[in-house]
């Protein structure tokens, strides 16, 4: 069913992909990410990091409800994010990875979560590496996934400030200096100021722009070409540094280094003593 939803529109992958990563960053893979906001309570997906911005929640809908229809209580919302986003990457050429089932849903989704458990596209280099570590993940773990910006776009309004007005240290023109100067016209034309819901693809290379699953956003963060502060920001350290330069080789391990990352991510726990459960609807707690 998901190679069949990504086949009919590719943008789907990056979508499944995204979800599941904002799934297991908060609370662990447990399906909060899907829960909706209820009176008393305002749900991750409506958080500022997520709201008009994490797509495919119809789709998740599509294959729990057929899934409830052949096996009713059986597979978590949780376990959908996991197996979507792998077989999404999969449609798209990617490397498959072993996904470890048998997770369960919280009942627990808050917004103000998100954005404490989120690396934020200003994030630091110290900043992602503690991100990630919170949640268990290693320094390599967080250089290696932030290839998932291989596929996928962002509004300009996440980065504009390294366009217009920028007045860190070593400022040209208004211009973040780490970011090449003619790629920086490419993207004013994209990004015109006041223009913040314009969106730009990470890695518009490859057959597919936007869409094509390789090493391509290696090479271009190699090129001072990352878009987000935070893609750029994997330059700034010795270890970030060689392991982009190692990832946007020729012989890059990217595509191996990413499946074990992800199985990783795959299994971040829930806090202990969380109450779970396989929900019905992705939607509600039961
Ligand atoms: C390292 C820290 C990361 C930061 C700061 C970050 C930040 C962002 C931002 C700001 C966007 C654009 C959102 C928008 O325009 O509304 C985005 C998109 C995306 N992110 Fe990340 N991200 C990070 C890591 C990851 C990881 C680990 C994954 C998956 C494993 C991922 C997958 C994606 C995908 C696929 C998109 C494109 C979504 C689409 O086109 O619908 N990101 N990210």
Redesign the pocket.
């Known amino acids: 069913m998901t190679a069949s939803m990504v086949q009919s529109d590719r943008?789907m992958a990056?979508?499944f992909?995204?979800l599941h990563?904002h799934d297991c960053f908060v609370r662990g893979c447990d399906g909060s990410v899907l829960l909706d906001s209820t009176s008393g309570n305002q749900a991750e997906k409506d958080s500022f990091a997520n709201a008009n911005?994490l797509?495919g929640f119809t789709q998740i809908d599509q294959v729990k409800a057929q899934l409830e229809e052949v096996c009713p209580g059986v597979v978590s919302c949780a376990d959908i994010l996991a197996l979507t986003a792998r077989d999404a990457i999969v449609q798209i050429g990617g490397q498959s990875w072993v996904v470890d089932l048998g997770r369960k849903d919280g009942i627990v989704s808050i917004a103000s979560e998100s954005m404490s458990s989120l690396?934020?596209?200003f994030?630091t280099y110290t900043q992602?590496v503690q991100g990630f570590a919170a949640v268990g993940m290693s320094e390599k773990d967080?250089v290696v996934?932030?290839g998932?910006?291989t596929?996928?776009?962002?509004?300009c309004g996440?980065f504009s400030q390294r366009l217009y007005g920028f007045s860190g240290p070593g400022a040209v023109n208004g211009t973040d200096p780490t970011l090449d100067p003619d790629y920086a016209n490419v993207l004013r034309q994209q990004c015109p100021q006041n223009a913040p819901l314009n969106?730009v693809f990470f890695d518009p290379s490859g057959s597919f722009p936007g869409q094509t699953y390789d090493k391509g956003f290696f090479q271009a963060v190699s090129a001072n070409r990352g878009v987000?502060a935070?893609d750029a920001a994997l330059l700034t350290s010795s270890f970030g540094a060689s392991q982009v330069a190692l990832e946007a080789g020729a012989t890059s391990p990217f595509m191996t280094d990413f499946a074990i990352s992800?199985r990783k991510?795959g299994t971040i726990a829930a806090p202990a003593g969380s109450v779970l459960e396989v929900r019905k609807n992705c939607h509600f707690v039961n």
């Open positions: 943008t990056a979508a992909l995204r990563f911005s797509r690396p934020s596209p994030a992602l967080m996934l932030s998932a910006h596929i996928g776009k962002t509004k996440l969106t987000l935070s992800m991510m």
